[in-house]
């Protein structure tokens, strides 16, 4: 139930291609949804995250889109970019925990092709 | 966005000796701080959580004894390795949150390897 499943394991898309990933989770107390890149090497980045009373939320190039009664967020990346090559992981924050501790998913590695 | 810092970014140590991290957050408070461990193409693995000014929580399965933290100030976490063994290396990652706030940031990683 602590679970965050997180697929594809990889993608690969044209530049200019809008990739999905999606996630989905069992414990209903999640409260918190975040997305971050990371790069090889590096530290992970927060991209953007969203709460449950919230269907969508866009920042610049990037959109959650969730769906509270499947359980279920996604990211879409608009207008990709060869730059945004990199490993993207969500994320959820369980309250209980009293700390805000993230249960992460299992990443997925995108490419952007030129 | 908060900035974290790691120190060092990089160690090579022989087996059988301890390595220290540092964990910075620059330009907020930290109340809290989260220590991962990330194999290669693998997720975070959270080792551990520690509050400022007290004894921190580790994950089961983690070695408190191994991977000694300490958070004594609000804006200082380390994660001391003892005796390090081959078997430890690996890319350690530490993030900070604020009171109340859910987000977290995360540093750099530091890439330790154990000759």
């Known amino acids: 139930q602590q679970q965050v499943k997180q697929s594809p394991q990889s993608l690969i898309v044209q530049k200019g291609g809008i990739p999905i990933i999606n996630c989905a989770y069992e414990?209903?107390?999640?409260?918190?949804f975040p997305w971050y890149q990371q790069f090889p090497g590096k530290g992970p980045a927060l991209l953007i995250a969203?709460?449950?009373?919230?269907s969508e939320k866009k920042e610049g190039r990037f959109t959650i889109s969730f769906n509270k009664s499947a359980k279920q967020f996604s990211l879409h990346i608009m207008d990709s970019q060869p730059g945004d090559s990199a490993t993207y992981f969500c994320?959820?924050?369980?309250?209980?925990?009293?700390?805000?501790?993230?249960?992460f998913g299992t990443g997925t590695r995108l490419k952007v092709l030129a | 966005g908060a900035v974290v810092s790691q120190h060092p970014s990089r160690v090579i140590c022989k087996s059988g000796t301890s390595v220290k991290i540092e964990c910075r957050s620059l330009?907020?408070?930290?109340?809290?701080m989260f220590w991962y461990r990330q194999f290669p193409k693998k997720s975070l693995m959270l080792m551990a959580t520690?509050?400022?000014?007290?004894?921190?929580?580790?994950e089961q399965g983690v070695e408190k004894d191994k991977f000694l933290i300490n958070h004594a100030s609000l804006t200082l976490s380390t994660l001391t390795v003892t005796s390090a063994h081959p078997e430890d290396s690996s890319f350690y990652i530490c993030?900070?949150?604020?009171?109340?706030?859910?987000?977290?940031?995360f540093g750099p990683g530091t890439r330790l390897l154990v000759l």
């Open positions: 993030s900070a949150g604020s009171p109340g706030v859910e987000t977290q940031y």
């Open positions: 414990n209903t107390a999640f409260d918190y």
């Open positions: 330009d907020f408070q930290a109340t809290t």
């Open positions: 969203i709460r449950p009373d919230v």
């Open positions: 520690s509050n400022e000014g007290s004894k921190a929580t580790y």
């Open positions: 994320a959820a924050s369980d309250p209980t925990s009293g700390t805000y501790k993230y249960i």
